[in-house]
């Protein structure tokens, strides 16, 4: 009866953690707010990035970044979470958030919500801060093996993976975002694949 006991609080145990480190997951795709686009989340180099892996309306364009050589790069896959670091002893990442609609960059904050819903937060100069939360619509994303070639290690031999075109992209471990519907004009399925492969988080800049 002991033993039964002593394996019972092991279970539990054990399940209670693999359900707080599925919570504290904030890899994946989520859907903004407003449902206009998703965000692929995934940790590249010990930091958390996020990029835009799918669009509502298909075609979008940076017009509104200061750099005036970016105005004209495409919105799919590009970053919007930067860089963020885990807080010590929190369930919450700090970085920078890209905002498209003015071409700011603010401090920011994600924090996961349970399993299906990601927190997030970006404040100016720390005050007129706003946040919204982001719902969950593809499942957490393993660790990338490419995640050493994110911040400039020797690239491996052979042709650049293309990002861009009507090829298959290469995938993110784990799975492609489930809700861009394959065939959608200019937008195939997966057309981002690994964002730690994407040219603008191995430049880290804006």
């Given at each position: 009866m002991r033993s039964i006991i002593y394996s019972g609080l092991i279970l539990a145990s054990c399940c209670t953690t693999l359900t707080t480190a599925l919570a504290?997951?904030?890899?994946?795709d989520w859907r903004v707010?407003?449902?206009?686009?998703?965000?692929?989340?995934?940790?590249?180099?010990g930091s958390m990035w996020g990029v835009i892996s799918w669009e509502k309306t298909p075609g979008g364009r940076d017009d509104n970044n200061p750099d005036?050589?970016?105005?004209?790069?495409?919105?799919?896959?590009?970053?919007?979470l930067l860089d963020m670091k885990k807080k010590p002893g929190a369930d919450q990442w700090e970085g920078q958030v890209y905002?498209?609609?003015?071409?700011?960059?603010?401090?920011s904050t994600i924090t996961p919500i349970g399993t299906d819903?990601?927190?997030?937060?970006?404040?100016?100069?720390?005050?007129?801060?706003?946040?919204e939360t982001w719902t969950r619509v593809g499942p957490p994303i393993p660790s990338s093996p490419a995640n050493s070639l994110a911040k400039g290690a020797p690239k491996t031999t052979g042709p650049a993976p293309k990002m861009a075109t009507g090829a298959p992209a290469?995938?993110?471990t784990g799975s492609a975002n489930?809700?861009?519907k394959a065939g959608q004009k200019g937008q195939p399925a997966d057309a981002v694949g690994d964002i730690c492969l994407l040219p603008d988080l191995a430049g880290f800049s804006h």
């Open positions: 504290a997951d904030p890899t994946g707010a407003d449902g206009v686009a998703n965000i692929r989340v995934a940790q590249c180099s005036v050589s970016k105005k004209d790069r495409p919105t799919l896959g590009m970053p919007i905002n498209a609609k003015d071409g700011q960059l603010y401090s819903q990601l927190e997030i937060k970006g404040c100016v100069l720390g005050f007129l801060c706003g946040g290469p995938k993110t489930p809700s861009a």
